[in-house]
């Protein structure tokens, strides 16, 4: 019976790293610190405007987590690349590139996906991880609204250049969230005053060009909200 048992969990646990592959284990220590570097500053070919980091480039277990995550519907994978995260972030308001939470409540909004592509892999991961985050940051309050929708007209982006990724999002990342007055969402104003400006961060998985993350800060001023930077995981 304890064999079966054991079976039983092992087809509904991964029992290989996330990163790796290592056997034995979802999340490998070995992953685990090199998933938590310092972030790194980016110059985007496609320049959003804001500051850029990565947690690194977009290989190792940044790679192996973010495939797994996205395309074998590991998301398990969410809550070490959420705690990665929230690790940046800290670091960044150490080094004094983002406001404390004392001056401002933290906002993360994660990068829009298609329709399609969030089917068919049972949810959006960035949001996944991007919750991930805020909770590894608690008792911080920190809203994830997902505000940002890709419009119809956007295809695959894998093979195109910055040109043609700018071009293929342009005009398509739709606002979806409340109005300037309401924001952020009132449910999650915690101890920071609701009329102080809160810290925005636009995260994503893999930054390529910056076009994505270009678009959507540019839709994000139209409706008189700020972005202070973007962090995703890994870049290339």
């Known amino acids: 019976m304890a064999g079966l048992l054991a079976g039983i969990l092992d087809l509904a646990l ?81 080094l004094g590139h983002i406001d404390p939470p004392e001056l401002g409540r933290l906002v993360l909004v994660p990068a829009p996906t298609r329709d399609r592509a969030a089917r068919s892999r049972g949810g959006d991961p960035v949001r996944r991880f991007a919750s991930a985050a805020a909770e590894s940051l608690w008792p911080e309050t920190v809203s994830v609204p997902s505000v940002l929708r890709m419009g119809r007209g956007v295809r695959d982006s894998v093979g195109l250049g910055a040109a043609a990724r700018a071009e293929n999002v342009a005009g398509h990342i739709e606002f979806r969230g409340p109005s300037r007055r309401r924001w952020p969402p009132r449910e999650n104003v915690g101890a ?18 910056g076009a994505t993350a270009s678009e959507s800060v540019c839709v994000l001023a139209e409706f008189g909200i700020r972005v202070d930077g973007v962090v995703v995981i890994a870049a290339v």
């Open 14 to 94: 991964p029992r290989e790293c996330g990163g790796c592959d290592v056997p034995g284990t979802s999340w490998c220590a070995r992953c685990d610190d090199e998933l938590g570097r310092d972030p790194t500053s980016l110059r985007p070919r496609v320049d959003p405007g804001v500051p850029c980091w990565a947690l690194g480039p977009y290989s190792g277990p940044r790679r192996g987590a973010v495939l797994a995550l996205k395309e074998r519907n590991r998301h398990d994978l969410a809550r070490p690349l959420g705690v990665a995260l929230a690790g940046a972030i800290r670091t960044l308001r150490v």
């Open 192 to 209: 920071v005053s609701a009329v102080s400006d809160p810290t925005v961060l636009l995260v994503d998985d893999v930054l390529t060009t």
